[in-house]
């Protein structure tokens, strides 16, 4: 029997391994993200730094372990065979959450996964034993510490709000003290602002990081824990005048210099202190063996209760802190979906305009017009002199390079975001409040975007709802890690091996699953990147991107109209939804074009007013024709997803017959828009009539057939709609055609 725990020990490795990967991809965002969005020094150096803060924070990792051993629930009321359950449960229930929000692109709380699955696991096991013992459910109290629950919880809301405040406060005063133009008041407050931000950070490393360090001595914890303000007052005058002597003697810009070291600092504590998070588990559980598999122990895996596992001094090995240091820097440097999560964040703080991640909802927009409207008020009590002279400090200059080149925000927001969440953690540690480290840098660099003016009213109700739906995702998680864990240890405790192999088999299959998916979304978003063209400044350039988006567009809307069709005639509900699925990512790649006219137009060059306008006109006819596609493709999918009857043998037929006409005029005019050959424009709109007069034909053919054999209304309603669509989609195609070939005739002639 001891060897199915020994196969449990090995799964428990097998899944920190992983748990590490997907959370160094969700809590990389926490130091990644202020220096790759101000991009103060390149991403190279930014990963360098942040590897060594994680590889030193995990080298020295320890104080934290006894949270997963100890620290949710009482061991000694539990045997080894339920605490090996608890683990696995939780293990496998952070693993599948953390990659759930990673593939969604949300970060979450690693620190609230593991604490609420280990919550969850626990009362379900506590639950059943109070039931199989006495029913008496009020010992409940003797197994779980709820107290420490009842901590995270209140600590969760206090760092919502205390840093999305703060985080607008300080920098609110920081963009009125250097405004966006930092040359002109740098070199009189550069220095101080330094010494206040790298004591700020130096503080927090010392508080956060070296706290759980074995081999700092004790005497020199005791004095940064008793002498803090004294530390705080050196710090400053000693951090003031190195950052003078960077700034006037080696001429470093300071800023940067508060971002490298704001980095090392959040990576160092991120490894440090939530490490327990990752690998804390099944350190436990590989404690909880040792003290079971003792020599000398006689008693049985759920007779032998684990009372040793309340101790205080089990260090954790230090070769698995180093292999974990090991595998965080490795994922750190290879893991897509950390980009993905950092992307989120940025998209949420950026200072320029963009593309919008999340879409609006009534509490954004009704929270955004109240906010409206006290600014309102402000702007009317305040002296409009007050007003110009508050507003000058947020004109930023004008950018010149390419949007995709620009950074998120500048290094006067990078720098307070790392200074503002390293002293919440500070304090939050200080006072024993186990503060997120996701909550507060988050919500930081919410508050900071916020003041800086980054939420405007052209983004703004766009930026409030991404916000919520990440807190909202938040409080998923807690919720989730309880009742997924809970299940999880139930069906292991009663399902015994057979279950246990059962999840390996279903953990596996979710990660195959779950990394095809975010491949599949990567090669999504980077065919929609490709669509971003600003760099088009001549008459011949335009014409080349504008025919392969035609050629793009006119591809994708055959192959579309033409499976749409056919799995009509088959009732193919399934393939119908696929086919639902391929019109939104052609509804997205177009409205990603209609988002880029303005830079697109603003590109160009003084004499192309004219192209301009053809852009835009064409964008309109390939709009137009996927509002086509669109009604043809929803209006299929609704009428077999109803249950309704099949069209008529003779109505697929002669639908495949307007298909069949479709899908040559499309390649003949694919081959065009490919190769540039426009010569063959004119024979194909002369054929014009003969595709709308098919549609006509049809039409009357139909109506023929209600008046003497067809019983069905709603076929008919489906069939004029998709012959009258179909219509509209050859008008579309030939008013493009037209336009092309005009703006092509005139463009020869000059």
Do not use: C
Request: glycine residues 4%; aromatic residues 12%.
């Amino acid at each position: 029997m001891e060897q199915i725990y020994i196969i449990m020990l090995i799964a428990l490795a097998i899944l920190a391994i992983t748990d590490l990967m997907v959370g160094v991809s969700n809590d990389a965002v926490n130091f990644l993200n202020s220096a790759i969005g101000s991009k103060a020094v390149s991403f190279k150096t930014i990963m360098i730094v942040a590897s060594l803060g994680v590889a030193v924070g995990a080298l020295y990792s320890n104080g934290m372990m006894e949270i997963a051993r100890n620290g949710i629930f009482t061991p000694s009321m539990f045997s080894f065979n339920d605490v090996i359950i608890i683990f696995l449960a939780v293990m496998i229930t952070d693993v599948l959450l953390l990659d759930v929000f990673n593939t969604l692109g949300l970060p979450t709380s690693t620190t609230v996964s593991v604490i609420f699955s280990l919550l969850g696991a626990s009362v379900v096991l506590a639950i059943y034993k109070v039931y199989v013992s006495d029913g008496d459910f009020s010992e409940l109290s003797s197994y779980i510490n709820t107290e420490k629950a009842a901590e995270i919880v209140y600590s969760i809301l206090l760092s919502v709000a205390l840093s999305f405040g703060l985080g607008t406060f300080v920098q609110y005063i920081s963009r009125l003290l250097f405004t966006f133009h930092l040359d002109k008041r740098y070199k009189y407050v550069g220095a101080v602002f330094g010494g206040f931000a790298m004591t700020a950070i130096t503080f927090f490393i010392l508080v956060k990081g070296l706290k759980s360090i074995t081999f700092v001595p004790s005497e020199v914890k005791n004095f940064i824990k008793d002498e803090p303000f004294t530390i705080i007052l050196y710090s400053f005058v000693i951090w003031t005048v190195v950052s003078q002597l960077l700034m006037s003697v080696v001429k470093y810009n300071i800023f940067k210099f508060i971002i490298i070291v704001g980095t090392f600092g959040l990576a160092l504590a991120f490894a440090g202190n939530d490490l327990v998070n990752f690998i804390g588990v099944p350190i436990a559980a590989y404690q909880a063996y040792e003290i079971w598999a003792a020599p000398g122990q006689t008693l049985g895996a759920t007779e032998f209760m684990m009372s040793g596992l309340e101790k205080d001094n089990l260090p954790a090995p230090f070769i698995f802190l180093a292999l974990a240091g090991l595998v965080m820097v490795y994922t750190l440097w290879t893991s897509k979906k950390a980009r993905t999560v950092i992307e989120t964040e940025q998209n949420l703080s950026r200072q320029g305009d963009g593309n919008e991640k999340y879409n609006a909802n009534n509490l954004s927009r009704n929270l955004v017009r109240g906010i409206m409207y006290i600014g309102n008020i402000i702007s009317f009590i305040l002296p409009k002199s007050v007003q110009q002279k508050l507003d000058a400090q947020f004109i930023q200059p004008e950018y010149t390079g390419k949007r995709d080149e620009q950074p998120m925000f500048d290094m006067v927001r990078a720098s307070v975001n790392l200074i503002v969440a390293s002293v919440l953690i500070s304090i939050g540690t200080s006072m024993k409040l186990p503060l997120s480290t996701t909550y507060v840098t988050f919500m930081v660099a919410m508050g900071s975007s916020f003041a800086d003016r980054a939420w405007d009213r052209e983004s703004a109700v766009y930026r409030v709802a991404g916000v919520f739906n990440v807190i909202g995702g938040w409080f998923v998680t807690a919720l989730a890690a309880f009742l997924s864990s809970a299940i999880i240890a139930y069906v292991l405790f009663i399902g015994e091996v057979f279950a246990f192999f059962a999840f390996m088999i279903i953990v596996a299959i979710f990660f195959y699953r779950s990394n095809q998916i975010h491949k599949k979304k990567l090669i999504e978003e980077e065919e929609i990147k490709s669509l971003r063209k600003e760099d088009i400044v001549t008459l011949k350039e335009m014409i080349t991107e504008s025919s392969s988006q035609i050629s793009k567009v006119l591809h994708k809307t055959s192959t579309l109209y033409s499976n749409v069709i056919d799995n009509l005639g088959l009732q193919d509900l399934a393939k119908l939804k696929e086919n639902k699925k391929s019109l939104k990512k052609l509804e997205k790649e177009i409205d990603e074009l209609k988002s880029n006219v303005f830079y697109f137009i603003k590109n160009l060059d003084e004499n192309s007013v004219e192209a301009s306008k053809f852009y835009i006109l064409i964008l309109g006819y390939l709009q137009d024709m996927v509002q086509s596609i669109e009604f043809i493709t929803s209006n299929s999918h609704s009428h077999v997803n109803n249950n309704h009857k099949k069209l008529k043998f003779n109505q697929i037929r002669d639908l495949k017959t307007v298909d069949t006409q479709l899908q040559e005029l499309f390649s003949r005019l694919e081959e065009s828009f490919n190769s540039e050959d426009f010569s063959k424009l004119d024979i194909i709109l002369k054929d014009k009539n003969v595709f709308l007069d098919t549609v006509s034909e049809l039409i009357t053919k139909q109506i023929v057939r209600i008046r003497t054999i067809e019983t069905s209304p709603k076929n008919s309603k489906l069939y004029f709609s998709l012959l009258l669509e179909t219509n509209d989609l050859i008008k579309s195609i030939m008013n493009l055609l037209e336009l092309f070939r005009e703006f092509n005739l005139q463009n020869n002639k000059k």
